[in-house]
């Protein structure tokens, strides 16, 4: 039996590792002509580990009052934080009171004070740096390094010759390792310190029919409005999975590139 075409490029993504959601969601990703990336998760891994610690206490008791506020996070960041307390075989007190705000970081309640992990004013090198605070207090800093995807320079320089356009960064990381990132990829167009709101005028000031590459929470409302939008499903947030029109399953970005090709045919047969 032959399908519709819209259809079997919806069967054929799906087995490259794609799901898209609807034969709407093909029409939309056939007719985009730019593409912004976010950084931390979509073209790096998404598990950054922490490389640094920088306090005049103990670094024990920073980082375990740090993973104390970060346990329930589901960010990157709050994990890698979580994991590096575990490797120390250190004692996480228990927390009440969890509040995460995407792009800025987590406070919560830890014994009588209020602890902090947010995003620095600026880092000291091109690493991820966030501040530990403590009643408001700074009493360290925590320095964080992701890997790059294998597949994110290459899917940068076939979504360029699709589009006839260089793609953009997006992210609420800080400018020296979002400009890291973007030289590896070879992004020029590069936007940092960026809260989920800035990213929704950035994709605005790009123009034109764009395709927004995400996987946080952060990026749920750039994706909601960006003309197409693809989120990272193996580690991305739930509502980001829900608000994109097409899912990456597996850890290739070669997928994306390979998508906005199928989906140009489909609607090249269907017209
Ligand atoms: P990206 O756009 O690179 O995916 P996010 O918008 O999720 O990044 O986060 C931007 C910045 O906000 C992070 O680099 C970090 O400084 C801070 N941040 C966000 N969530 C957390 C968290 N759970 N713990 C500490 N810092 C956080
Ligand atoms: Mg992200």
């Known amino acids: 039996a032959t399908m519709p075409p819209l259809l079997a490029a919806i069967a054929n993504a799906g087995k490259r590792g794609v799901l898209v959601k609807s034969a709407v969601a093909v029409e939309q990703l056939g007719t985009v002509d730019a593409v912004a990336f976010d950084k931390t998760g979509t073209l790096t891994e998404g598990t950054p580990h922490v490389v640094g610690i920088t306090t005049d206490e103990k670094e024990d008791e920073v980082l375990a009052l740090a993973a104390a506020a970060e346990q329930f996070s589901e960010h990157p960041i709050g994990r890698a934080i979580v994991e590096a307390a575990r490797q120390r075989d250190l004692v996480v007190p228990s927390a009440t009171g969890f509040r995460a705000t995407p792009g800025i970081g987590v406070t919560a309640r830890v014994g009588h004070r209020t ?42 320089r076939d979504l360029a010759v699709l589009t006839g356009r260089n793609p953009v960064l997006l992210t609420g990381d800080n400018h020296l390792a979002a400009q890291r990132v973007a030289n590896a990829v070879g992004i020029i167009d590069v936007r940092a310190e960026l809260l989920p709101q800035d990213k929704v005028r950035a994709v605005g000031e790009i123009g034109g029919r764009v395709l927004f590459v995400g996987d946080g929470v952060n990026d749920a409302p750039a994706l909601a409005t960006a003309h197409s939008g693809i989120a990272m499903g193996r580690k991305g947030s739930a509502l980001t999975v829900d608000t994109a029109d097409a899912v990456v399953v597996g850890d290739d970005l070669a997928v994306v590139p390979a998508l906005v090709a199928l989906a140009r045919r489909a609607r090249r047969v269907v017209i």
Not at 122 to 138: E, F, I, K, L
Not at 146 to 152: A, G, I, V
């Open 115 to 156: 602890v902090s992990v947010h995003r620095a004013d600026s880092s000291p090198n091109d690493n991820t740096t966030v501040v530990v605070t403590a009643d408001h207090r700074q009493i360290g800093v925590i320095e964080l390094a992701d890997r790059l995807r294998p597949s994110s320079g290459q899917a940068v």
